[in-house]
Nanobody, 123 residues
Framework: QVQLVESGGGSVHPGGSLTLSCGPR????????MAWYLQAPGKQRELVAV???????NYAESVKGRFTISRDNIQNTVYLKMNGLKTEETAVYSC?????????????????WGQGTLVTVSS
């Protein structure tokens, strides 16, 4: 069974910075796209940033210029560096990965979510 495990959440003042990381546990063949999502209290989950295996990144308009997504394809780890955090970005941040897992009938796609890590932005 494949899992994604996040770390790096915590509390920060408005304007502060945090870096989240997320890596897999388990056996898999490869990972295609990886992404970070946030879910603020009482709101739907929304995409923050996505990165391909080749390193092409795309961001939500609200975080462009402040957040940076990156990945280490050796460690299969994805990072989210967040600068200039705002109070409204208080949320549970979850990572997502588009995996290929080996089965007896071949490699099959599997979307995996992490359990989430809480980021609190407050003065």
């Amino acid at each position: 069974q494949v899992q994604l495990v996040e770390s790096g959440g915590g509390s920060v003042h408005p304007g502060g910075s945090l870096t989240l990381s997320c890596g897999p546990r388990g056996v898999f063949f490869s990972i295609n796209d990886m992404a970070w999502y946030l879910q603020a209290p009482g709101k739907q989950r929304e995409l923050v940033a996505v990165i391909t295996s080749g390193g092409t990144a795309n961001y939500a308009e609200s975080v462009k210029g402040r957040f940076t997504i990156s990945r280490d394809n050796i460690q299969n780890t994805v990072y989210l560096k967040m600068n200039g955090l705002k109070t409204e970005e208080t949320a549970v941040y979850s990572c997502w990965g588009d995996f290929l897992v080996a089965t007896i009938i071949g490699n099959l796609p599997l979307e995996v979510w992490g359990q989430g890590t809480l980021v609190t932005v407050s003065s």
